[in-house]
């Protein structure tokens, strides 16, 4: 059989941990925490069925047909007059629509790191943008990160280290794998860092439509006037993840090239589903069903919230998010976190261990927990069984 | 405003006048040859909505969700059936699926090219190809081709002349843009300086399903035995463009790799349109649908060709394709072939100027005629008004 001879982007091993450890807390008897899946039974099946059929009775033979790179014009109208409820006035052409928030990513990235230049990220980070940033040469680099947010002190410090950063990728609302959102004093300062040293800014935003608790907070790109920040968005967690649709918001001479590229990497997203979730969003109002989320999505973390307070072993800490998906546990000691996964998939429930987040120095003590998925009785019983393994492994030592 | 430091990759203008060409050739008041559209009344939408209700109905939340990388196993199995009536043996775990073929040559490129490595492909051949190949740093070079497909002798001598050749990618079947196919003989001569010259080849196969003369030629990747074929297929022209939805056929240690790009790149492909063409393909029998697009594909380039060698001059070239979506033209003598372009706008016709589909050397006097999307009487009465455009200016000159 042929030895291949790869290009330098192709991953020497193809270990997986963290897919290993998704794929063994996905059995249908465990109680899972572990993945980042929204909760399937609120989204809305019928709706976005019936928004389907119209556009089969209305437009069947053009949605089948190729379309433009940039996107459905109509969709990019609507996510326009979305984007304004969240603080963002981005006209329709400075949109580009994407498979998903992650070729947002991986398109940004494609445009701006030349190998060997350095891509910034809050640390913890969610890990797959790293492995994006990687495949074009970045050395990827993290900054810490606390209740507020990436530290702008400890930011600045690294720029002064690395001349050749280009961009800072940060996940400003409800973090994950924090849950943590950054403050807007952090922005603005992050801003004007991006002015002085002269790089470019990637708001990472899935999360910041579900909020529970607490006023929003401007989103980055609103507090910039030079053209320095990408905002990318998804409706995989206000929508359908499957529908694999997100778009990317910047000035104008950004969209120009990355629809350029976007057409050399799949000439346009699926132009069946664009023309579906538009048709959705006119014919029903998401905001409402986003407030259904999310008011599902409260009851579900603040129960997490108060069962781990209440199960897991003194001195452990952990996260209060006011949205999203996940909350973030540090336990007390060193404890052995592979053994403690073992320990926990034996007793039907699993967890997330926090190192593989982060882009070096892993704190090992740590787990992301994600409360989307699961119910109420769930969580409350799950967490309770995971605090007796913990506190029973803990204190065995 | 900011001044960008993009990547290497990023094409340092934005024009592209092969985009102007098409946008100028769309309006409504133009036949257009110009375009490589299928047919829009020949796609099975009702079909198409049918299997939509039926998924909705049966696993509507389930294709709402996240999926795996590689794709709906049921679609890969129904894709491996499908494959062996083309000649191909690929078990359900070989195939990748992809967001349309495009993307299934952006992942190939990314796993093999390192900068200033290169890959070979027919003159003149699929010109977003070579855009995607250069993203990656990729040098492209080409090697004529005639009514039998890429000249072997001629791509040996290449291949000495750049031992670092990664890559040859080949459209073997009705090949965009001369839809001319490659000879069994030569297909297995590329296979047999794949083995002696290490290098990969791209099968890419979008149009061979669309056969209306002549016998089917094995594909490449049926003569190979040592895992240098990655075969590109795609639901583009077989059903909808629409759906983006293509795949990768090749050894599993390739298919390994590039499902973890393909991760990277967009998580998966929609889940959706999966599920809807799974079902499709469970409900229909896809090969009469494919047979009843060829015989509609059969009158429309046979009626293209016979008008072309009424209507255009004396001394014209074509090729003769027994399938695909096009035919190449070159015209007698030196012609002016953007004032022509210009005359036929006037006269509401339209076609692709042949130089761009060029790597080198462009052939100034060769024009691309696309059959699929324009009716028989179209093409006759727009072939004659073409005829008379072209006469009046050579004989002009």
Redesign the interface.
């Given at each position: 059989?042929?030895k291949?001879?790869?290009?330098?982007?192709?991953?020497l091993t193809?270990d997986?941990p963290f897919g290993e450890i998704l794929t063994v807390a996905s059995k249908p008897s465990i109680v899972s925490f572990a993945g980042g899946?929204?909760a399937?039974?609120l989204?809305p099946?019928?709706e976005?069925?019936a928004a389907?059929?119209r556009v089969?009775?209305e437009a069947?033979?053009?949605?089948?047909?190729?379309?433009l790179a940039q996107g459905n014009l109509q969709l990019r109208q609507l996510i326009s007059q979305y984007m304004q409820t969240r603080g963002l006035n981005d006209a329709p052409d400075d949109l580009l629509i994407?498979?998903?928030s992650?070729?947002g990513l991986?398109l940004i990235a494609?445009?701006?790191?030349?190998p060997g230049?350095v891509v910034i990220s809050e640390k913890p980070t969610y890990l797959?943008a790293l492995?994006?940033f990687k495949?074009?040469g970045a050395e990827t680099v993290g900054v810490d990160m606390d209740a507020d947010g990436m530290k702008m002190d400890e930011l600045e410090a690294t720029l002064k280290r690395h001349p050749n950063t280009?961009l800072v990728y940060v996940v400003p609302n409800f973090q994950n794998p924090t849950g943590n959102s950054m403050s807007l004093a952090r922005r603005q300062r992050l801003v004007a860092l991006a002015e002085q040293y002269?790089f470019?800014i990637i708001e990472d935003d899935p999360y910041g439509a579900i909020r529970y608790a607490g006023d929003p907070i401007a989103p980055i790109k609103s507090l910039d006037s030079?053209?320095?920040v990408l905002y990318t968005g998804t409706f995989?967690k206000i929508l359908?993840?499957?529908?694999?649709l997100g778009w990317i918001s910047a000035?104008s001479?950004?969209i120009?090239?990355l629809t350029?590229?976007k057409?050399?990497?799949?000439?346009?997203?699926?132009?069946?589903?664009q023309a579906?979730i538009a048709q959705y969003m006119q014919d029903n109002d998401m905001q409402k069903h986003i407030d259904h989320i999310t008011s599902n999505y409260r009851d579900r973390g603040e129960t997490m919230h108060a069962a781990i307070e209440k199960y897991f072993p003194a001195g452990t800490e952990l996260t209060h998010p006011e949205g999203g998906m996940f909350l973030w546990v540090k336990l007390p000691g060193n404890p052995d976190i592979d053994q403690l996964f073992a320990e926990c998939i034996k007793n039907n429930v699993a967890f997330v261990p926090g190192a593989p987040f982060f882009p070096d120095n892993p704190e090992t003590n740590t787990m992301r927990m994600n409360f989307s998925n699961r119910s109420v009785a769930e969580i409350e019983s799950g967490i309770k069984k995971m605090g007796a393994v913990i506190s029973s492994l803990i204190y065995a030592k």
């Open positions: 059989m042929t291949y001879n790869f290009s330098s982007r192709v991953p193809n997986n899946l929204p399937p039974e989204f099946v019928a976005i069925q389907a059929n089969f009775d069947g033979q053009t949605v089948l047909q190729y379309s994407t498979t998903g992650q070729q991986d494609e445009m701006m790191v030349n230049d797959s492995d994006v495949t074009y280009k002269d470019l030079n053209g320095r995989s359908a993840p499957g529908l694999r000035a001479e950004l120009t090239k350029l590229l057409q050399f990497e799949d000439v346009h997203s699926d132009n069946l589903t579906i």
